[in-house]
């Protein structure tokens, strides 16, 4: 049987991951509470959050969310939480969507060292593009494969447009665009000469599906649509890991993608 | 059922090619009422007698012969690039009443400069065959995109091109065409030769557009380039003060794509072009202001005809010519586009071939 957990949250939390909504829709696996010492901690991504999130541990979390974090040192974070067994889930704009998993191994097997990802964000003007490229790095991660070198071609107050390249070998190219004109969305494709996967995310807070399309020789292939928000399947996933006593590497990962965004 | 031939404008065709079988004449076969084909030239005498038989034509492999028939009155030029300056500017002094020359209409900007001069010398009108310039689903657009060409900030153009064939065999039946050969992208001068091949066959059909939105044309500086595999081009570019990337890859799938698109931080428009060759309609352009968008097109024409429908009205007077210079701009824009994006392709290549030894 589901164990129902409760949840803690910021006004800041609340804002930017839809904590309330998301918890409202899961009313068997979660619970709101006031109480300091609720089972899982919402922190937002804002200046000193990993401090925020190892003082939750100290409290007694037993499963920390952050959304959108910024970039930060998350070192003493990751000991704290290894030590406790505490997994420290990290909430991005795309990463939980649940069409990423639902393509990833589709990405997988057309991603070599002769592929060309194509990575865009549209994100609303005036958007910190620090956070817009931690976000696409997690995507990319989640989708296909972690980025292991990155260089601006272009970065000023409209969006950037970025070469890099995958673990794998793969080249890849990463844009954001920046306008209010369109709502937010994050789409990743590879073209291959006879196949192609393409993705189409929308916004965080949406339960709107993203679309995974599979093409080839035989035609194309929409993937079965999942209408949950990525914010939801992120806390879905914090009360599975919670429930099962395991913890996640999330940290690690935000630490690699955080030092190429600090390091350009 | 035939429209007489003394009624019509007369049509000669310069190149006989899979652009004429696959593209002009399935055009023309839908404009009855306004043109008949009166004569092709090939170089070779085969393709120009077959090609002609198709439409009851006359033929030859002389372009002066084609030229001094009185019965042609609109020269249409689709041989290689390299002759069309030289074609342009015979046709304009034989006095024919219009000319559509496939793009580009040069290979360099002191030939555009030469074909202006003999145009206004002669007064022939000349049009370029940049068939989204004339498409209705663009054209809509440009009536209701309001302020976007002084807001916008980012051009986008895509193009994911499946074989022609593909679509050639749809419109007609070619009876020749040439070869696509897989190249080496990972050598500098094919990884140049690729993109500049890919500028001026494929990226040109939209650079007009490209340049629409981008008043400092001349200022332009090319940040990056690549060639993805199997061949085709990623470029990105500061033009002005703008944030521009044009991308083309060549691929063996049957999907096609062309996308064409201008962002502000207020407006989008986003045009999805059908692709060429078949007769499948205009383009259709969607207009987004935050939450709402206008969808304009598809319309029952593509650029194609919109473009034989001007030169019919060109040849008839009904219409004012185009400004000559701004065809200039255009070809010198695609030219300097090609050269940066070569040298830039060139140099990349040669550091990551250098890096790999």
């Known amino acids: ?264 | 059922m035939n429209p007489s031939k003394t009624s019509t404008l007369g049509v000669g065709m310069l190149g006989a090619g899979p652009v004429t079988q696959a593209i002009h004449l399935p055009t023309l076969s839908r404009l009855r009422e306004v043109f008949h084909v009166a004569k092709i030239m090939d170089v070779d005498p085969q393709i120009a007698e077959s090609v002609a038989g198709r439409v009851g034509a006359g033929w030859t492999t002389s372009m002066d012969e084609l030229l001094a028939d009185e019965a042609v009155q609109v020269v249409v030029i689709c041989s290689p690039h390299q002759f069309h300056a030289e074609q342009v500017i015979a046709a304009c002094r034989a006095g024919k009443r219009a000319i559509l020359c496939e793009k580009p209409f040069a290979m360099s900007q002191a030939e555009a400069e030469q074909i202006a001069a003999v145009s206004r010398e002669t007064g022939v009108p000349i049009i370029v065959g940049a068939m989204h310039t004339f498409d209705p689903g663009w054209l809509a657009a440009k009536e209701h995109w309001g302020d976007l060409v002084e807001t916008a900030h980012t051009i986008r153009y895509s193009i994911v091109l499946p074989p022609n064939p593909r679509f050639e065999d749809f419109a007609t039946e070619v009876i020749t065409r040439p070869e696509r050969q897989r190249q080496n992208r990972h050598d500098p001068e094919v990884a140049a030769g690729i993109v500049r091949g890919g500028i001026m066959g494929l990226a040109i059909h939209d650079l007009p557009l490209v340049r629409a939105f981008c008043p400092d044309f001349t200022d332009l500086e090319v940040l990056s380039c690549q060639v993805p595999d199997p061949s085709g081009y990623l470029v990105n570019l500061r033009i002005g003060d703008r944030n521009v990337q044009i991308f083309g890859i060549n691929t063996e799938s049957w999907e096609p794509e062309w996308i064409f698109e201008a962002v502000s931080d207020t407006t989008s428009l986003r045009i999805d072009f059908t692709p060429s060759y078949v007769q499948a309609g205009s383009a259709t352009a969607t207009i987004s202001h935050g939450g709402e968008s206008e969808v304009y097109g598809p319309y029952a024409y593509n650029g194609y005809e919109a473009e034989w429908r001007y030169l019919a009205d060109l040849a008839s007077g009904k219409a004012a010519p185009l400004d000559v210079t701004e065809l200039i701009h255009d070809l010198t824009f695609a030219l300097d586009v090609a050269d940066k994006a070569s040298t830039a392709v060139r140099d990349a290549t040669a550091l990551t071939k250098e890096a790999s030894v």
């Open chain 1, 1 to 264: 049987m589901t164990q129902q957990l409760t949840v803690t949250s910021s006004p800041e939390a609340d804002s930017t991951g839809a904590v309330p909504q998301v918890v409202a829709s899961l009313p068997v696996s979660l619970h709101p509470s006031d109480d300091g010492a609720a089972a899982l901690v919402a922190i937002a991504g804002d200046g000193g959050w990993a401090e925020r999130a190892i003082a939750a541990i100290s409290s007694g979390a037993r499963g920390v969310m952050v959304i959108s974090p910024s970039p930060a040192d998350v070192a003493a974070l990751r000991e704290r939480a290894n030590a406790q067994g505490v997994p420290v889930v990290i909430d991005t704009e795309w990463a939980h969507n649940p069409a990423v998993a639902a393509s990833a191994p589709h990405f997988a097997s057309h991603n070599d060292e002769n592929s060309l990802l194509e990575a865009r964000v549209n994100a609303p003007a005036g958007a910190d593009l620090d956070q817009v490229l931690l976000a696409q790095l997690a995507l990319i991660r989640a989708a296909v494969d972690p980025v292991v070198r990155l260089a601006y071609a272009r970065r000023n107050e409209h969006g950037y447009d970025a070469l890099a390249q995958l673990a794998g070998g793969a080249q890849a190219t990463l844009t954001a665009i920046l306008t209010n004109a369109i709502p937010a969305s994050a789409t990743l494709r590879i073209i291959k000469p006879r196949h192609a996967v393409a993705l189409g995310l929308p916004g965080a807070g949406t339960a709107a599906p993203g679309k995974v399309t599979v093409s080839g020789p035989e035609g194309a292939t929409l993937l079965p649509t999942l209408w949950e928000s990525a914010h939801r399947a992120a806390w879905r996933r914090l009360h599975d890991l919670v429930e099962a006593g395991q913890t996640c590497d999330d940290l690690a990962a935000f630490a690699e993608d955080a030092a190429l965004v600090t390091e350009n």
